[in-house]
């Protein structure tokens, strides 16, 4: 039976090509992959879920599972990183720059910023400390739009709703509609990564084998061109 | 009770309870009239009607907020139109929020409404007629005093039902704290983050005893209007 | 003031082909169940529309099928008193009472007061329908229809669902109505003693059609009815005026052909009223009769013989100027050797003439 | 074979306090609305429990306050025939039929085809019961209950809904079962006329009490149960013998106090039948009658007068064996100096004998 | 049509169509008996057992998809004891979806039926008592015929929402395709990915065109039933 890779619903596209090209490449039965969001799936890996590999979008839950001892020690790897931009709807003329105290909120034009949950979901999260760093959250914290997942939030760009967005890199590559205004300094939110780990329940070769794919060369190459960076190191 | 709940989650709180009640009220009188065209006319497209107006039952709620978006946000056509003609602005505001609850909570309501009318003698209505009510005045006086408790029955569930409803709403218009952030969206922001689990049920509690309570008392005014229809 | 009705309709397996004119005063439409009685109201009141034909009402077309005239009910005016009350169960009776009026033109119909004083139902305003006996539940509706300030009066076997004694509660009310106000009734009902009592004039339906029309006493007296009513309630009409009360209980009527006794009545000597005396009521003696308990002994002559199947005959008898109706058996005709133009005693027990059976007017 | 009841029992305004016995033969319970005939006959059925006493079917207790017996409806077998019929809609008229045989225990009730030849619905088996007429739903209603093999029928005013011609229609059928099946029968009715053709014991109730209860003759013929019964419908019941049917379409009859001609009857001669002769319809004679059109004229004696409010008096007549009512005016009856003991002739007309108010058995 | 729709989707409709039937056949017996405790039983707890039916109306799905994880997941109370028991595995399977999709269309199952309960006429199970039916008897030879049209109604309305349910499926048995990746999730999966409105939409109308076969399905059949009920 082909082994389950639960993962976060943000890395679908690229998992999908990646998934076919290690079937393709290896001779095995393609993996069963299940997109969610990662809390959802984290809690039904807690719940026993069949999954033998767990991609996640967000290092707290990885961290839970890892502290509840469900993971197989030593194949804990991140897989991807993450940036973070800042988008804008179609039609939307203005240009900025990012940096300290930058005038998001003038940009704004008190319409409103769409993110992720600020308080829920890892780009919403890291999108705030950005913002934080950078000294601009005061002057928009009562002009953001939450949506539940990152890609509502690309799409209230898209459709204009919001004139401006701060989705990952990924996100925007994806979608032809918006324009990416900037690139928020790396140092300006905790690091955006991607943990990966092969589940101890259902810990099989060729969810390792796969593990191993994702992070090698090809894997690399695959989540590259979605928009994806690569870690510097492996753990 | 106040040290229980943060000054975020009473603000949730009302708004659920504000959005709710406003979807409930506003739904009633297009649900009353859905209700009784479904029940009574025979019209061409009445298939299609009910259709329609069962749609939001079949949908993921999530699509249902995505359509919503497409035709109610500001850039949407209807959306557009409201906002130029009167000013009128849906998105991100709470006003959007009453909608989606209204929309998902609609079908219920029709259902139990239709139940309803379906049930009033024709022969009442007929009597009516013959003392010189027009069919209107007939509605007004006969027929709808007389689906009274079908209409409770029917506003409460709408009300529960608006009282959970997540998907549509978040798509819709956002969590925004104190505009569209309602229970089930405070709920589910503390459902994403491990070991939230305590805040989130103690939301959960909160939403069940309101709509708990809304049923209850929905089964005591049901019953009383039963009684006062059945003319003892 | 009057009711013209010419219509055709299809319904289930029944042709029905109806012309009758409805004068004022009470038209009772009498007919067996099925032959299409309610349907006639029913498209009087325009709850039905028939296939053609038309509907007038003092002179004004409620319903035309050449013309595409179809007036919808609330605006025909009219107070349709139906068989099951149908009172509103969520308003008071006051409120029933009150409901048509508000729709109606204002004129001068019969105020709230005068109509619960004409019902006796002064006492029940404030009650629930469901909280009223049937006898009371069907005087509210008859003052419902009433209070709505009606160009006529439909009532659909408006007593058929009461036993005899809540039957004879209303009945004295229902005349009351066709004597103080001016409104024009049709009647429904299958019930001979109720229509003899009360209609002015008789249509009578069969299977579809008008098998007879014309002023009750006609209609009643006539032997060729007799199909129709059925031979237990076969009988005659006869127009009377109260005479005299005499101390021990009896009443004395005048007629054109003598006088009647009967229990005492409640209507002041001179006052018209109607008795019915039913064929099978009626003894003939060609003898006067002497030192029998039947007080009232009519001089007749026989005007006609109708035998039927059975081995009964109808005779019809001339009493003054006035008609009787006696049923004997064919034995007894041919004893007693009946022929038109015979003379005969017809023997009439004052007291099998009922009070049900009395009428002012 | 009996019923034995003896229930007391609160239900709105009225304090029921009922006892009665139900030997075998039919049973009818009669009163004025409101008086209490369902409320019995549904604590019979199980449908209602009363407040207190015991309720006993052949030998069996059904229910008993006291020992907290209370058999529930489905184990007392009995057949309940309702006033609205009540067929199941969703089922056939034979499956309607059959229901109740499949609970019941294994037996040698009436067998479907004997019930449908019985009833006449051997026709209507395959439809359903909304494309029955009234009088067709109350047959089939009537062989449902009789094919659950039930050890009483309770038949309540399974008629009343019913016009007189759909009544005469049943009213046979009713009769053959008396007499066919030896299942008692607990009948309630407000008709009198139907009491009298059917009952062979009469309960008559008032306000919640018994206030008279014996055999239908007895009961029907006593000049005290007038006020129960209405004066319009007061008469006795005789029991009778056909006797010979007469080539002119009379059937004579033999009873206790000389023959009665009446229009011919269905019945063998030799069968044991019985009339009713309406107290109203008697006319009292001095001289015996000549030449008049009344065929049965009966030598009587006085036995009892009984005056009322009004100007009428209940005569009691001895006629044979048997006892007649005759209703006359306080003046006939002075005029005819009538008195306990004296001999008088009754004229009844042959065809005011009602076929309605015949009954065989 | 093969051509519209990827191998996928079809497993994805495939799996809709079984997980949303044996949803509705599974909870048409409870759902009965309970709208008839509620309709005809007059027990302590009846309101209790009214607001427990309804709380899947009023919670947000994603708690009901939470709770029911909690609960009968692998290491949860119930799921444990079932597995441990009968060997049965509800969760991440299909049949976990089923059971998601059976309580979030109970209440409405439940309220459709328990409205046709109440119209059957007393008298008639009356008839049938004294026709020597014992209590379960009537219940099966008279009322249950006679709610047809209403368990119709209840059946097909539970279907449309199983049809259109997500939020607690996803949560309680994820979204593995095949297994439990149902018409919702599909949609949400392709909304996940940018640009991929399309075939979402497809999907979409899909679900639409199924659900509004059933309903109108649906109302033919009841209609059917109703006249058979009126003994035409
Ligand atoms: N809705 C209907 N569909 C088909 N046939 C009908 C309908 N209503 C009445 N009929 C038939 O039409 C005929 C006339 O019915 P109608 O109700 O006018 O009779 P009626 O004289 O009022 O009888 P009743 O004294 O029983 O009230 C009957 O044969 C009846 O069966
Ligand atoms: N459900 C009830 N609640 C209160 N009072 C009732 C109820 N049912 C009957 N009654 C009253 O009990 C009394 C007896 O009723 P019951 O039905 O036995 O009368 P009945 O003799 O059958 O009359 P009818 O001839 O009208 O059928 C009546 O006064 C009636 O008003
Ligand atoms: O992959 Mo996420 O959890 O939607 O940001
Ligand atoms: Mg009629
Ligand atoms: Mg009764």
Redesign the interface.
């Known amino acids: 039976a082909p082994f389950g890779v639960f993962a976060a619903a943000s890395m679908k596209t690229a998992l999908d090509e990646a998934a076919a090209r290690f079937a393709a490449g290896t001779g095995e039965t393609p993996p069963l992959l299940s997109f969610a969001?990662s809390?959802a799936l984290?809690r039904q890996i807690m719940q026993g879920a069949p999954a033998a590999l767990f991609v996640s979008a967000n290092t707290?839950?990885m961290?839970?599972l890892e502290a509840e001892g469900l993971i197989a020690p030593g194949t804990r790897a991140d897989i991807a990183t993450g940036d973070l931009v800042l988008i804008a709807a179609p039609g939307y003329a203005g240009e900025l720059t990012i940096g300290p105290g930058f005038d998001l909120a003038g940009a704004l034009g008190g319409e409103?910023l769409?993110m992720a949950?600020v308080?829920?979901?890892p780009a919403g999260i890291y999108g705030r400390a950005a913002l934080q760093s950078l000294g601009v959250w005061d002057s928009v914290a009562d002009r953001?739009?939450?949506?539940?997942n990152v890609r509502?939030a690309l799409?209230?760009v898209a459709?204009?709703?919001a004139p401006l967005g701060i989705v990952y890199a990924t996100d925007a590559l994806a979608e032809p509609r918006v324009r990416v205004l900037g690139r928020f300094p790396p140092d300006s939110h905790p690091p955006i990564c991607y943990p990966a780990a092969v589940l101890a329940e259902f810990d099989t070769p060729p969810a390792r084998a796969f593990l191993a794919f994702l992070t090698g060369p090809e894997g690399r190459e695959i989540l590259n061109r979605h928009g994806f960076g690569s870690p510097d190191r492996t753990e | 009770m106040s040290g229980w709940l943060g000054p975020a989650e009473w603000q949730a709180l009302a708004l659920s309870l504000k959005v709710s009640f406003w979807a409930t009220v506003l739904s009633l009188p297009p649900g009353v009239l859905v209700a009784y065209a479904l029940a009574r006319g025979r019209f061409r497209g009445r298939?299609l009607l009910?259709?329609l107006v069962?749609?939001p039952?079949?949908?993921?709620?999530?699509?249902t907020g995505?359509l919503l978006?497409?035709t109610f946000?500001?850039?949407g056509p209807v959306g557009g139109w409201l906002e130029d003609t009167f000013g009128l602005v849906l998105?991100?505001r709470w006003t959007g929020a009453v909608l989606a609850a209204s929309i998902m909570a609609f079908p219920?309501m029709v259902?139990?409404i239709r139940?309803a009318i379906e049930?009033v003698d024709p022969?009442?209505e007929?009597?009516?007629?013959?003392?010189?009510?027009?069919?209107i005045?007939?509605f007004a006086?006969?027929t709808l005093?007389?689906i009274?408790p079908g209409l409770i029955a029917g506003a409460v569930?709408g009300f529960?039902?608006a009282?959970?409803?997540?998907?549509a709403t978040?798509?819709f218009v956002?969590?925004?704290p104190g505009q569209t952030q309602t229970l089930?969206?405070a709920?589910?922001?503390?459902?994403?983050?491990?070991?939230a689990e305590a805040p989130?049920l103690r939301l959960?509690a909160i939403?069940?005893v309101v709509?708990?309570a809304a049923?209850?008392a929905s089964?005591v005014l049901a019953r009383r209007a039963a009684k006062?229809?059945?003319?003892? | 003031m009057s009711l013209t009705v010419d219509i055709t309709h299809r319904q289930g397996g029944l042709n029905l082909q109806i012309g009758f004119e409805a004068p004022g005063g009470i038209t009772a439409l009498f007919g067996r169940s099925g032959s299409g009685k309610t349907t006639v109201v029913n498209a009087v009141?325009?709850?039905l529309t028939p296939r053609g034909g038309r509907i007038e009402l003092h002179g004004q077309t409620l319903f035309d099928a050449d013309a595409g005239i179809d007036l919808?009910?609330?605006?025909?005016?009219?107070?349709?008193v139906?068989q099951?009350a149908?009172?509103?169960?969520?308003m008071s009776v006051r409120r029933n009472l009150t409901?048509?009026a508000r729709?109606?033109p204002p004129g001068n119909g019969p105020s709230l007061d005068e109509v619960c004083a004409l019902l006796g139902i002064g006492a029940l305003l404030d009650r629930?329908?469901?909280?009223l006996s049937g006898g009371e539940k069907q005087r509210v509706a008859i003052g419902?229809?009433l209070l709505?300030r009606p160009r006529i009066l439909?009532m659909d076997e408006p007593l058929a669902a009461l036993d005899a004694a809540r039957k004879a509660e209303i009945l004295p009310y229902l005349e009351r109505l066709r004597d103080s106000t001016g409104i024009p009734i049709l009647y429904v009902s299958h019930s001979v003693p109720e229509v003899a009592r009360l209609a002015t004039t008789v249509v009578v339906l069969e299977d579809g059609h008008v098998a007879r029309t014309g002023p009750a006493e006609r209609v009643l007296s006539d032997p060729a009815t007799v199909r129709q009513i059925g031979l237990r309630d076969a009988g005659a009409v006869l127009p009377a005026t109260v005479a005299l009360h005499h101390e021990d209980g009896l009443t004395e009527l005048a007629f054109s052909g003598g006088r009647l006794f009967l229990p005492a009545i409640d209507s002041a000597p001179g006052t018209p009223t109607r008795v019915r005396i039913l064929a099978r009521d009626v003894i003939l003696s060609r003898p006067e009769p002497r030192e029998q308990s039947a007080l009232n002994v009519l001089a007749c002559e026989v005007t006609e013989l109708r035998g039927g199947e059975g081995p009964g005959m109808m005779v019809g008898l001339r009493c003054g100027d006035d008609r009787l109706l006696a049923r004997v058996t064919r034995r007894s005709a041919t004893a007693l050797a009946l022929a038109p133009g015979e003379r005969v005693y017809a023997l009439v027990k004052s007291v099998s003439v009922a009070r049900m059976d009395v009428g002012t007017g």
Not at chain 1, 144 to 148: G, H, S, T
Not at chain 2, 228 to 232: H, I, S, Y
Not at chain 3, 72 to 80: A, M
């Open positions: 969001g809390s984290a707290a839950w961290d839970t409103r769409a949950l308080d829920a979901v953001i739009a939450q949506a539940d509502a799409r209230l459709l204009g709703e | 298939e009910n259709g069962h749609l039952l079949i949908l993921p709620p999530v699509v995505y978006l497409m946000g500001r850039r998105a991100f219920l259902r139990a139940l049930a022969k009442l007929q009597a009516a007629a013959t003392l010189g009510a027009s069919r005045q007939v006086t006969v005093p007389l009274a569930l529960a039902k009282i959970g409803e997540f998907g978040i798509t956002s969590n925004i089930p969206s709920i589910y922001t503390f459902l994403q983050v491990p070991g989130a959960v939403s069940v709509a708990l049923l209850a089964e006062r229809v059945a003319g003892e | 009141a325009g709850l919808p009910p609330h605006r025909r005016r009219l107070g349709y139906f099951d149908r009172l509103f169960p969520h409901y048509g729709f109606a629930r329908p469901g909280a419902r229809a709505s439909l």
